[in-house]
């Protein structure tokens, strides 16, 4: 089992920058795939970007060159860096997991960005 704990969402202009962190907690924590997916009203839940065991970062077009996902050595916490925020941004993110049994998600953060 895995548990997931996210933190740093919150109110930002355009233009600003926030850093999300997700700690995961439990006898299978450590490398796996992590990632971060966002859903804003009335859209379905998106991916936004992912860290595999390897370290290789994967990204959402959308983000690319804007964002920045990064782990820990222990490979059980991530951040995601976002810079240069858009109002489109505005949404409530979600941290996954994927194990080879499943997938776990945390709670997720609001993030809202005011244009």
């Known amino acids: 089992q895995v548990q997931l704990t996210e933190s740093g969402g919150g109110l930002v202009q355009a233009g600003g920058s926030l850093r999300l962190s997700c700690v995961a907690s439990?006898?299978?924590?450590?490398?796996?795939?992590m990632g971060w997916y966002r859903q804003a009203p009335g859209n379905q839940r998106e991916f936004v970007a992912a860290?595999?065991?390897?370290?290789?970062?994967r990204y959402s077009d959308s983000v690319e060159g804007r964002f920045t996902i990064s782990r820990n050595k222990a490979g059980n916490v991530i951040n995601l860096e976002m810079n240069s925020l858009k109002a489109e941004d505005t949404a409530v993110y979600y941290c996954?997991?994927?194990?080879?049994?499943?997938?776990?998600w945390g709670q997720g953060t609001q993030v809202t960005v005011s244009s």
């Open positions: 860290i595999l065991p390897n370290g290789v970062t």
């Open positions: 996954k997991t994927v194990l080879p049994y499943g997938d776990y």
């Open positions: 439990g006898p299978m924590a450590r490398g796996n795939t």
